[in-house]
């Protein structure tokens, strides 16, 4: 018997892709931090094996560092530094890549395991590869983020950062999703299609402002205008319009100024989404879901204008990062809720007000 075909839903498959979606967040943050501390750019060379393997000697640190004032960086930004100091950037580049190998593992062997058991729901199978085959994509990804900065300039251009934060923020809540079908099976209820809609929407947008801030970061514009609301005494900063269509990726006053409008209006969206869920009574755990949303964009909201006014330290920074992993992870847990919700619970219309 095709264990594939009778089996719609696994505990086990959901817990391994619920750890899965965690190893990735905790990436996530990680690179935050690699960013953070100008660490990225430590590691010059891409081996997707060997690299896993650090300098063991003095020989091999000094071969490391001597590569590493071969590039822009150093002669511009860090000139001068001891060898002490290059190992504490090393690390934590070396850390993000070994987290990145150690994702993979974890999710390509359980994953083969579960194929030759036949305890992998069919339905998911396509699903996984597609996840597996972007985590293999995510890799790439990353050292041509990489490779950006080893030759003439002296950090990652911000669009190939946003481009490898975004695919990260797509696999975490590729799993998150993957994992809630694995422990609950497949549902064919039809629910309403504009909450469906909002509920896709709100998620899409707060994958959009993932991006943006992605570009703030990769531009490094959260070091400037570091007032709030205004920027330098300005509603809108100056921006360089010479430079064409690419302003709208390396201007850093452009970057953080449409990075502010996102959340302004993410923040209106989502408050508007809690309030509607509310009154229209949705079904068990939706107007849950929608206020936890709301929830996390304001509290993110909050966090950045505390991260901007304090010119982004590191803890902050990381942190703004880590809250923005958490509100799109739940932006795709409500959308999954709402998909899940049963048609007559929504026709009772809105809840009374008393007024």
């Known amino acids: 018997m095709n264990r594939f075909v009778n089996q719609d839903r696994s505990r086990a498959v959901a817990l391994w892709l619920f750890l899965s979606a965690a190893m990735v967040f905790a990436m996530v943050v990680i690179g935050g931090v690699t960013r953070l501390t100008g660490s990225g750019l430590s590691i010059t060379e891409w081996k997707p094996i060997m690299g896993a393997i650090p300098p063991l000697n003095a020989a091999q640190w000094a071969e490391a560092f001597d590569k590493y ?18 190992q504490g950037i090393f690390w934590w580049e070396w850390l993000h890549r070994l987290v990145g190998r150690l994702i993979g593992v974890v999710f390509a062997v359980p994953f083969l395991v579960f194929l030759l058991l036949r305890r992998m729901p069919k339905r998911l199978i396509v699903r996984c590869l597609v996840l597996l085959g972007l985590g293999g994509l995510q890799g790439l990804i990353g050292w041509w983020m990489v490779s950006s900065g080893l030759s003439e300039r002296v950090d990652v251009a911000p669009e190939r950062l946003a481009t490898h934060l975004g695919l990260a923020f797509l696999i975490f809540a590729g799993l998150i999703w993957t ?5 609950s099976g497949s549902d064919h209820s039809r629910s309403p299609r504009g909450w469906t809609w909002g509920a896709g929407l709100l998620l899409g947008a707060v994958f959009l402002q993932c991006l943006l801030g992605g570009l703030v970061a990769g531009a490094k514009a959260g070091f400037i205008y570091t007032d709030w609301p205004m920027m330098n005494g300005a509603v809108f900063p100056p921006v360089e319009w010479g430079k064409g269509a690419i302003a709208f990726l390396h201007d850093q006053g452009l970057v953080q100024f449409n990075h502010r409008v996102g959340a302004y209006l993410l923040l209106a969206a989502g408050t508007a989404y809690a309030i509607h869920a509310w009154r229209w009574r949705l079904a068990e755990g939706l107007g849950l879901s929608a206020f936890v949303l709301a929830g996390g964009l304001w509290l993110q909201a909050g966090l950045g204008v505390v991260t901007l006014m304090h010119a982004v330290p590191i803890a902050l920074g990381a942190l703004h990062q880590a809250v923005a992993a958490l509100v799109l992870g739940a932006a795709t847990v409500n959308l999954w809720l709402v998909r899940r919700s049963r048609p007559r619970l929504f026709m009772s219309g809105p809840r009374s007000t008393g007024l």
């Open 69 to 86: 004032k071969a590039i822009p960086q150093y002669a511009q930004v860090n000139a001068g530094m001891s060898l002490g100091e290059f």
């Open 179 to 183: 994992g809630l079908e694995a422990w």
